[in-house]
């Protein structure tokens, strides 16, 4: 995707220049910290090789917990993960950061969680990631990047409303597939320009995804070691194409 960046906030991450960028910190006990695009909350876009789609209504997170989000998980292209990590250290002043990847190598993009205590769905029965195709892609290992020191600012009047989604509310999805549209032009206005994409996306469809970064602390699972995780806030998706059917 050759995709660079647009007004008012929308990037490639993997092709936009970190002195665009910035970060702004936010209150609590996480130290959570927002990427900004010219002083507004940057609403990135990547291409993925779609692997699980979740985007109609909210699943389980898996395990014993109860608690629903909406996701769409994909695998970048090779070079496009290559700057997308490096961007992403070096704008958040990190040697490694810890995101949601699966062992086949697809990045999550997710809603916010459910509250504990929530009403449930049933459990997503996720049909994609078993066959998606590792050999494609680089591993995803963490690169060494030297911290940089990056300005924070405050988000102006101008900064769109919507940049992050609940378990509970729409997620659009566009259907770009017989439709011309112009990135630099149709970005602020999706909804008038393409039709909405209906059910979840098939696994293997060539996916943009708009999407809010925010860093934050935690904990690594299964220890005490505190890490700086990196989270990927979906916002809307365009599907692009789709497999096609053989008999």
């Not at 378990?167 to 008038?192: C, G, I, M, Q, W």
């Amino acid at each position: 995707m050759l995709f660079v960046e647009c007004k008012p906030n929308f990037i490639n991450p993997s092709r936009v220049s970190p002195l665009s960028l910035s970060r702004q910190a936010a209150t609590g006990p996480s130290a959570t910290q927002r990427l900004l695009y010219d002083g507004q909350i940057a609403v990135c876009l990547s291409a993925v090789f779609c692997t699980d789609s979740v985007v109609v209504s909210a699943g389980k997170i898996g395990g014993k917990s109860e608690r629903m989000r909406k996701w769409l998980s994909g695998i970048f292209h090779n070079q496009d993960w290559e700057r997308f990590e490096s961007l992403m250290c070096l704008v958040f002043g990190q040697d490694v950061m810890y995101a949601q990847i699966s062992n086949k190598k697809a990045i999550s993009f997710q809603t916010m969680i459910s509250p504990e205590g929530a009403a449930t769905v049933e459990s997503w029965d996720s049909r994609f990631d078993k066959n998606a195709p590792s050999d494609m892609f680089s591993p995803i290992i963490p690169k060494k990047t030297t911290p940089v020191k990056v300005k924070t600012r405050t988000v102006g009047p101008g900064t769109p409303s919507k940049t992050l989604l609940s378990y509970n509310e729409h997620l659009p999805v566009y259907d770009a597939r017989k439709t011309l549209f112009d990135f630099e032009f149709d970005l602020p206005r999706l909804s008038s320009v393409l039709p909405p994409f209906t059910g979840e996306i098939p696994f293997s469809s060539f996916v943009v995804v708009g999407y809010t970064v925010s860093a934050y602390n935690g904990v690594l699972g299964g220890t005490t070691e505190r890490v700086v995780h990196l989270g990927c806030n979906i916002v809307w998706a365009i599907v692009c194409g789709t497999p096609t059917l053989r008999k």
